[in-house]
């Protein structure tokens, strides 16, 4: 069954898949689901604890759901230390469904909620990155918590973006960095993620963003993974009259 689902594992083991039956069947599905509770096991010691963190939870299909379930209430797996991290605004399609999220909670893990940065730790931070004292980067702190109501995404976009448009340069003489007044002050912030995206992608020169026009176009399998092929790409980069000399290095600038 692992062999079947994680074919590096035999690449490792050298050892090969043998044919096996979908997981449709109850039964079939619990052994599975043993079966990896016990690969975790495998890596897990009182000498050598493991640390399994895991983002967007939020985007966990049932079946990932049911083996997270599995992994934090085996007996087997000792030693472990699951962190899982989701967005509690998603919408409820989104969000991880109650079952899982009370299930998870009859193993008494400790909940920390993520709160927007106050301008306390905002102040803290960018005295650190602009290398001033907290009282100096307090002016800046203040302003940029304004506009990004302390999201740390957001924040963390605004002062690459100051870096970007010439609004933040190094002072050899102070040794410490330099903040644009004016700039910063007639900067503006994006309200949400796809429109600060946006305004990402229309800065980027126009091969840039015919490079990536190309790449998303490229098919994905059913699973979600890349099915373009080397002779793929080729085909793109023919085809759009750029050529491999302005395809690939449009492709690196926009990742």
Known sequence: LLLDALPRLGQ????????TQQLKDTSLQ??????????VACFASPQRPLVLFLDDVQWADPASSNLLLQIAHSQEIQSVMMVLAYRGEEPDSLAPS????????ECQPT????????CDNLTDMLADILKQSPDSARKWAEQ???KTEGNPFFVRQFVSTLEQDGLLHYDCARDCFEVNEQGLTALAVSSNVADLLLNNLHKLDPTARRALALAAAVPTSGNGQTCATPAALEALERDSEMGPRLFQPGIRQCI
Not at 111 to 118: G, Y
């Open 111 to 118: 909940e920390l909620v993520l709160r927007p940065l106050s």
């Open 144 to 146: 940029i918590h304004a």
């Open 30 to 39: 619990q052994t599975y689901l043993r079966a990896f509770a016990s690969l």
């Open 98 to 105: 109650p079952r899982t999220l009370q299930l998870l909670r």
């Open 12 to 19: 490792l083991l050298h050892l090969e898949a043998s044919p």
